[in-house]
């Protein structure tokens, strides 16, 4: 069955340092974004993409964090220059694109990638 | 409470009982969604319930759907110790990218 793959599993960095999570979406699928949640909160949004640019972004996709699709496969999301509460496992997803204007599947979440600030 | 506030946080039951969790949120919707997260792991799309439905089944999952009380319900039949998981309602309010909001999630012990 086809799945969200996300590298790394977890990285550890030192406040200030930058960080590219990864993450290959589905190959049929044209919308990509990236969720995260901090320990015991919800998972947020953060940002979508499609057709090569960003389609929306949340409050918190600030001018630290960037998305990139560099090669047809690999999407990614770039923190520029980390901070301690940047710490949170942030997820990778994928979905079709809506047919008449319905959203009728899922997003499909990668495993995530745990990011912990120093 | 905020868009997609599930109730209770925490249900503790024995394997075989049903579950039922609640989900409100504030605005409208075009759809809402219920996911699973085992600890630790990715999210799992369980279910997806448009705004113009009251009600869906699959498998051993039932949602119900109440746009003018604007609530939600996820009903786990006979439930088993593999149910274990954190689950969330996310709605779905924008025309454009699926932009969901999340819900605090309910945390499901099964019981043996």
């Known amino acids: 069955e086809p799945e969200v793959t996300q590298t790394p599993s977890h990285q550890v960095t030192q406040m200030g340092q930058e960080v590219i999570l990864r993450c290959v979406p589905i190959s049929n699928h044209l919308y990509f974004y990236w969720y995260r949640q901090i320990l015991g909160q919800k998972v947020e949004f953060l940002v979508s993409?499609?057709?090569?640019?960003?389609?929306?972004k949340s409050e918190i996709f600030d001018d630290q964090f960037s998305v990139e699709r560099p090669d047809g496969s690999n999407f990614t999301l770039k923190i520029r220059s980390t901070k301690l509460e940047d710490s949170a496992m942030y997820f990778c997803a994928s979905s079709v694109p809506p047919r008449q204007g319905f959203w009728n599947g899922e997003l499909f979440f990668g495993e995530g990638s745990r990011l912990t600030v120093l | 409470s905020q868009q997609g506030e599930e109730d209770p946080q925490a249900l503790s039951i024995q394997e075989g009982e049903n579950a039922t969790m609640n989900c409100s949120y504030k605005?409208?919707?075009?759809?809402l969604q219920w996911y699973r997260q085992n600890s630790g792991r990715g999210l799992v799309h369980l279910i997806l319930i448009r705004s113009n439905e009251r009600e869906k089944h699959s498998g051993r999952l039932r949602v119900t759907l109440d746009t003018s009380k604007k609530s939600s319900s996820l009903l786990i039949t006979a439930s088993r110790a593999a149910d274990t998981a954190s689950y969330f309602c996310a709605t779905d309010a924008h025309q454009g990218a699926q932009k969901l909001v999340f819900g605090q999630g309910t945390r499901l012990t099964i019981n043996p």
């Open positions: 605005t409208s919707i075009n759809n």
């Open positions: 993409f499609y057709n090569n640019e960003i389609s929306e």
